[in-house]
């Protein structure tokens, strides 16, 4: 089973906090957007060209609600951009749950996560909305059903993202891409895009105070960054990765992309990093 040595240790407990008024604020600003979600979906069965479109303004007023903004810097050519128009795998590291409300608001997708995902309160229902694919951490019979599953998904045209880390990080320390998933982009010839995603604070500096590792609950998680202060998601978007006929190949190329600029800190866990190379091939969300 994919494991990762990030702990509740790692979640940075420093960063500038809101005042309970504030807090307030956002909570009912979640709810509004909750409370939108039935009219945002039916919108978008009504008008499919609107439904990109309706789940980015639900995406970001999330984002909004729970105070982390979004920087986004294309760094792609128009025609490396063309290659990902129609359709395309996209593969970010795994921090929090707040990555799939980040990668939502950038483009909306299908997101391969973890089966019980669709459990949880009040993202259960986001993900319900989002047909996320749940994969089964528990059974891993059941993953070439997955890739199958994304294989159709890519072939239709449509975007899916998946999270090869197979479990969340702390963001300063990271996993390896697991391989598993990148086999569905190969069987339908379709372009990887690997997202550098990272979270800063009020000084622009990496931060761990959104990551979701350890024995935290989801309600802890999100009780905590509801109080967080001047958050940023910052998301750049490299060229997209030709599928090739490696999956491994594909993993390394993806991985080493979606990390340039970052440095490794293994000095924060007692358990090496090089440990999730050798770890069996996987590939859940967290």
Known sequence: MPSSPCGTGCIGRDSATVMRVTVLLRILVAIIAFGLLPILIL??????????????????????????????????SDRERSRTDAGALFVA???SWTDVLVLTALRPATFVARGDLIDWPVLGLLARAMKVLPIDRANLRALPGTVEQVSRRLDSGSAVVAFPEATTWCGRAYGSFR????????????????VRLRYTDADD?????????????????????????????????????????????????????????????????????DDAVRAPELHIGR
Do not use: Y
């Open 179 to 194: 391989p598993a998933m990148f086999q569905a982009a190969i069987d339908t010839e379709t372009w990887v895009q690997p």
């Open 43 to 76: 919108v978008g069965l009504a008008s499919p060209r609107a439904r990109h479109g309706v789940t980015r303004f639900g995406a970001r007023l999330l984002l909004f609600a729970v105070g982390i903004d979004l920087r986004v810097s294309d760094l792609r």
């Open 205 to 273: 500096g990496l931060t761990t105070a959104t990551c979701f590792v350890g024995e935290e609950t989801i309600g802890q998680s999100i009780s905590r960054i509801f109080r967080l202060k001047g958050i940023t998601a910052q998301v750049e978007l490299p060229a997209p990765e030709p599928p090739g006929n490696d999956r491994r190949d594909l993993a390394s190329r993806c991985e080493l992309s979606a990390r340039a600029g970052e440095t490794h800190d293994p000095s924060m866990h007692a358990v090496a990093l």
């Open 93 to 95: 590291a795994h921090v």
